[in-house]
């Protein structure tokens, strides 16, 4: 594939975590929403509910993880993308790490929480991570779901 | 309560996570286990199941963290002490940040895949870590199970 090519196709999944974070939007959640994609299917899509589970481990990242590897019937996602629409946090880089997801695609990052300032290392040491995708979308979602709270 | 007392109190309640890691043991998982103590109360028990589940988000303390916020009917579990055999993952430490834990009790480090290594500032700032309770006991679990399965 051209990066042009890669480029399209990650706009394309990061559109149906989009639709994810729009579910958790309408649900009263922070809005975030995950797939993951293994040899081009959506083998998981998850988002986030630690509201309504009343669990602060119900990310969409975490939920996406386990729902695949059950698909899978593997607990390593070695052939798999995970799209996130935010950067994801200590927690869930901590997971993607004993997963092995090889490529992580996000939106958005997120400075207050996101794993690169607490645990930048967190990942896999091969894996590979691509941010900026559809960015603006998957921000004011964000940003509209706070305004919305205030 | 007196250094004296607390130290106890702590060794008995590691000897309860102590019996959820040798359930692992018995079960072919790595050996780690994990209780949730509110008020003096043990308010959830936990062992590492990713084997069993298929599941590397099963470690036991993650499982402890969502039982007790079960046990407790919200996700913050501020007045809780962790007990866990082993120094926690990042992900782990990840999820003790979010549920703001104030105080975290281990019984040996990890350094390979310890969250001090990754992500020593992954729990909640406020939050206080005692190490080294039980420790052999906690270390020799392990030790048997590696050796085990060479």
């Given at each position: ?10 706009e394309n999944f990061m559109r149906k975590a989009l639709i994810e974070a729009q579910k958790a939007f309408e649900e009263g ?79 958005a990052s997120e400075e207050k929480r996101g794993y690169r300032k607490y645990a930048p290392q967190a990942m896999h040491p ?25």
């Open positions: 594939m051209t990066t042009e090519e890669i480029r399209k196709e990650d959640e922070i809005p975030i929403g995950a797939i993951i994609v293994c040899k081009g299917r959506i083998i998981s899509r998850a988002h986030n509910l630690t509201e309504t589970l009343n669990d602060v481990t119900a990310h969409a990242e975490m939920q996406a993880i386990t729902a695949a590897a059950n698909t899978l019937g593997g607990k390593y996602l070695k052939d798999c993308t995970l799209y996130v629409t935010i950067e994801p946090c200590t927690m869930c880089a901590g997971a993607i790490g004993w997963a092995q997801i090889p490529r992580i695609v996000y939106g091969k894996s590979s991570t691509t941010c900026g995708i559809l960015e603006d979308e998957c921000k004011e979602l964000m940003q509209r779901f706070f305004q919305h709270r205030r």
